[in-house]
């Protein structure tokens, strides 16, 4: 296989993954507090088709990784009083992801188990304090201020745990709207954070400029399929000559 073809494959390689990154936030578009990803792209200098020590190796694409924008999404009013959103880029709730520990989620719309814990729509208990929070329904609504506080009737009951990393990079994505913490990092308090009750957090994602880069990225695959199907043709011809002169 020719230089060419062996560089463009590796562009075709990347561009598969990016479309599916692409495909997932365009699905994720109506998510609550989901964050838009990119592929991250990164030049690999690998050894050329041919042993030809004039030139130099060839530049090959490699897929560095996916980046996360942890930007702030629009805030949506629901009314509903277990609905909670935060006001504050790269703060998270708490959550207790069972075996696995403390999660977080960006994702307010929470619940009441049968015995008054408070959940997200998963289950998983929400902590305040590093312990779950319970509320009790005969108490009526609960009143959440700015800081996380849970009142009712006049008394508090708990506090939404909403924290931060120094370092968002040290969380990996899981499933139902979670992240979790991979690495030695502790989290501290989001104490400039702000809790908005009755609100969800829209996703950050922009339908608009996801379509674009879908089309982009079709487009692209399109024009190194043919400069792959041109090299391969052009190899097949110069064969032939060869093969006639001889």
């Known amino acids: 296989m020719e230089n060419a073809a062996y560089i463009g494959l590796s562009r075709q390689m990347t561009l598969r993954r990016e479309l599916?990154?692409?495909?997932?936030?365009?699905?994720?578009?109506?998510?609550?507090?989901?964050?838009?990803e990119q592929l991250m792209l990164s030049a690999e200098i690998g050894q050329r088709a041919r042993n030809d020590s004039i030139r130099p190796s060839?530049?090959?694409?490699?897929?560095n990784g996916v980046g996360r924008d942890f930007g702030q999404g629009s805030m949506q009013q629901t009314g509903r009083s277990l609905d909670f959103a935060i006001s504050g880029e790269g703060a998270f709730f708490t959550v207790r992801d069972g075996a696995n520990g403390e999660a977080y989620t960006r994702d307010g719309a929470f619940t009441l188990d049968p015995e008054g814990r408070l959940t997200t729509k998963q289950g998983q208990a929400v902590l305040g304090g590093g312990a779950e929070i319970v509320l009790d329904p005969a108490l009526g609504a609960p009143s959440v201020g700015a800081d996380g506080t849970i009142t009712q009737n006049g008394q508090v009951t708990g506090r939404l745990s909403?924290?931060?990393?120094?370092?968002?990079?040290?969380?990996?994505?899981?499933?139902?709207?979670?992240?979790?913490?991979?690495?030695?990092?502790?989290?501290?308090?989001?104490?400039?954070?702000?809790?908005?009750?009755?609100?969800?957090?829209?996703?950050?994602?922009?339908?608009?400029?996801?379509?674009?880069?879908?089309?982009e990225i079709s487009r692209a695959y399109e024009s190194i399929s043919k400069l792959i199907e041109n090299t391969t043709d052009l190899s097949r011809r110069a064969v032939e000559r060869l093969g006639k002169a001889a």
Do not use: C
């Open 162 to 215: 909403v924290v931060r990393f120094d370092t968002l990079g040290v969380l990996e994505k899981g499933g139902d709207s979670l992240y979790r913490n991979k690495s030695n990092a502790q989290p501290i308090e989001a104490a400039d954070a702000q809790v908005h009750q009755g609100s969800l957090e829209s996703s950050n994602v922009n339908p608009l400029i996801e379509i674009t880069n879908l089309v």
């Open 58 to 63: 060839a530049s090959f694409v490699l897929d």
């Open 20 to 36: 599916d990154i692409v495909a997932n936030n365009v699905a994720n578009a109506n998510t609550t507090g989901f964050k838009v």
